[in-house]
């Protein structure tokens, strides 16, 4: 069945206004947005508008109670001037998810794709070339309804937008402090869905670490602040001896679409990769014997990451002398060609979408 989006195209491209030398991350919106709402029971109106602002009702549940989901993914022009969306399904997927924990209405995920594929080549001309560089996508749905009981709401809207994003990967190592204070995620609540909330939370224990001098914080379990979860908006991987490891899934992480592509590409090479806990207590004995080799953070912004310091408790260990690692380096490497068309593709990541003009 082929999805019917009405397009009502934006009369000027703001395009020529932007400043495409350094486009920010989500500084600048692209000229088009996607838009569905959901009133009477059912999924309605899949368009495909000028992006602006709309109006909202100061009572909708959404902005009063968090009742909003959203996503993150990448799209990509490849020097064959192919159009390469990394591994939508697994977005459409993980948002089914998070509105299942957060009482939204399930969508049909084949109009989410489509959506994709349409807005993405409509704003062709917004997808930077640049090594590193991409066309960013966030999908959100967000609780419309004007009431103020506590409860699910019974209309929402479905946004798509798009942004040209620079290259977060600037080679350099980061430097991450263990948090033994402050929880993102507890068991039973909403860890695993990508939703305002957990965001929210991660505000202020942020902007502390940052504060003393730290550039993200190590997410520690919510019950006894010892075992490693997440870092920052970013899921953690840890090279110790000739193993690699990855906290496994228990409610509280976010099952990232770059974590899993890193367990792919890990098994590929012969690499044997456990998910299980880790606790802060094993990092810094694997540090202390010399066994602990990398760690990195991998999540769809900045791909992947390299971890060169992790303070706990005031104490620093330096991992690889504080430079990004082998491993690290080659998986950032390996996500990138794949996602450009420059390296094969042998898992079929990569959503094509059919080049040419206009
Ligand atoms: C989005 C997100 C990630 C990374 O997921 P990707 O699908 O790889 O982008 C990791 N942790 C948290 C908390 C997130 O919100």
Known sequence: MTVSIATH?????????????????????????????????????????????????????GLHYGQ????????????????????????????????????????????????????????????????????????????????????????????????????????????????????????GGMGHAKTAGNYAASLLPGSESQREGHDQVLWLDGVEHRYVEEVGQMNIFFRIGDEVVTPDLRGTILPGVTRESV????????????????????????????SLQEAFGAGTASVIVPVGRISVDGHTLAINDARPGTLATRLYDRIVDIQRGDAPDPHGWNRLIASGPR
């Open 9 to 61: 195209r934006a009369e000027h491209s703001r395009l020529a206004s932007v400043n495409t030398e350094d486009p920010g991350f989500g500084d600048v919106f692209s000229d088009h947005m996607f838009q569905m709402d959901y009133r009477d029971g059912a999924w309605r109106d899949p368009r495909i508008v000028p992006y602006g602002p709309f109006p909202v009702e100061p009572g909708a549940l």
């Open 68 to 187: 909003t989901v959203f996503e993150g993914l990448k799209a990509f022009l490849g020097d064959d001037d192919v159009i390469r969306v990394f591994r939508p399904d697994r977005n459409a997927a993980r948002l089914a998810q998070s509105c299942q924990r957060l009482c939204i209405p399930a969508f049909d995920e084949t109009v989410f794709l489509a959506a994709i594929d349409q807005l993405v080549d409509l704003d062709r001309a917004w997808i930077p070339r640049q090594r590193g560089r991409a066309l960013y996508i966030r999908p959100l749905i967000v609780a419309t309804e004007a009431n103020l009981n506590v409860r699910p709401a019974d209309a929402y809207r479905f946004f798509i937008m798009t942004a040209p994003v620079r290259a977060y990967f600037t080679g350099g190592a980061i430097h991450l402090k263990a948090e033994r204070r402050y929880t993102r995620a507890a068991p």
């Open 263 to 290: 367990l792919t590409l890990l098994e590929d090479e012969g690499l044997r990769c456990r998910q299980r806990r880790i606790g802060i207590d094993e990092i810094i004995a694997a540090h202390e014997d010399g």
